[in-house]
């Protein structure tokens, strides 16, 4: 085993046993004026994301690499990014300070700036940084990336009048409407032979990888989208009303897959070095809980409560140790201890 990486989840391990305990969320989920996200961020990069390191001349933050990559090099991860960008916005409903302004609108022109557009698939962004946990060694796409884009560059565009921003939004629906073979970033699901359900995947890789949390966070930046144009009516509109409706059919469809009737799933990953049994942190148990029930209120689906308040059940000492033992396991098959 390799040492630095032992002390290195054990500390992650001790951290987890009071993360997420209280998650913030939003007042108004369904107004057509963007203001706080569904959760609200703070800008302490602590509690953000612990693998902020740094910031570059615009206040675009700067990813220090996990503890399984080789190459330690800082990087732009646009997950994080647009995590922060979103802190930032917060910080400026909350004080109308014009510098917050200035900047949330710097980090959402570093997405206009850094996108890659094509006529085939639109516009994405590549994170450039391993998971070698799902065999992924070259820039790679993600659904949690487009959302993070939608969320920020659609309040951009609400905050600026600025249609650029909205061009861009709507050419980033059209990863979501393709097979990760075809490459976009959706894994799809035959339930029958008239029906495909889409997962919106946050890792795209060789095989499916189905991240819980991923695929719900990127209804969420598809509902923004939603939100932002609703009095438009436009085919971008409808386009991106029906990824999420189909997301959600889709969720509501894998849910029981992961549910290890003490614990969650952190994905349902079916490369074949990958562990079966995943189960999620006890911070992301938390996190999904909260996700569960923001799309409930979203949609009135009453499903989606149920299983939010199951999970919730779930968050007891007896169980936490139980998954530990799981967790464990699955760390040493990843060569992650």
Not at 6 to 34: Q, V
Not at 170 to 181: A, G, R
Request: positive net charge; charged residues 25%.
């Amino acid at each position: 085993m390799n040492v630095n990486k032992i002390i290195f989840m054990f500390k992650k391990f001790l951290r987890d046993f009071s993360a997420n305990k209280h998650i913030d969320l939003a007042d108004d989920f369904m107004s057509e004026d963007l203001s706080y996200y569904y959760i609200k961020f703070g800008e302490d990069t602590s509690k953000l994301n612990r693998l902020i390191h740094s910031f570059d001349k615009d206040g675009v933050p700067l990813n220090s690499a996990y503890i399984d990559v080789e190459d330690k090099k800082l990087h732009y991860y646009p997950i994080s990014i647009g995590q922060f960008a979103l802190s930032v916005f917060h910080a400026y409903k909350t004080t109308g300070s014009k510098e917050k302004k200035e900047h949330f609108l710097r980090i959402a022109d570093w997405f206009y700036n850094n996108r890659i557009e094509d006529d085939r698939l639109g516009c994405y962004w590549l994170t450039e940084v391993d998971k070698p946990e799902y065999k992924v060694f070259e820039p790679w796409k993600s659904a949690f990336t487009q959302s993070r884009a939608l969320s920020i560059l659609s309040r951009a565009w609400q905050l600026t009048g600025d249609d650029k921003y909205l061009r861009v939004c709507e050419k980033s629906l059209i990863p979501f409407s393709t097979d990760v073979n075809n490459g976009g970033v959706t894994v799809n699901k035959w339930v029958n032979k008239a029906q495909k359900l889409p997962f919106y995947e946050e890792y795209v890789a060789e095989k499916a990888t189905r991240v819980l949390d991923g695929h719900i966070f990127s209804l969420f930046g598809l509902y923004d989208f939603v939100r932002a144009t609703k009095s438009s009516n436009s085919e971008s509109h409808k386009q991106a009303l029906t990824l999420f409706n189909n997301g959600v059919s889709a969720l509501l469809n894998l849910l029981p897959e992961y549910d290890m009737n003490y614990w969650v799933r952190f994905n349902l990953c079916e490369l074949e070095s990958y562990p079966k049994n995943d189960p999620c942190t006890i911070g992301y148990l938390r996190l999904i809980i909260k996700q569960l029930y923001i799309l409930h209120e979203i949609t009135g689906i009453k499903e989606l409560n149920d299983y939010s308040l199951r999970f919730k059940k779930y968050d007891k000492l007896a169980n936490i140790i139980r998954m530990y033992f799981a967790k464990f396991k699955a760390l040493k098959k990843l060569q992650r201890l």
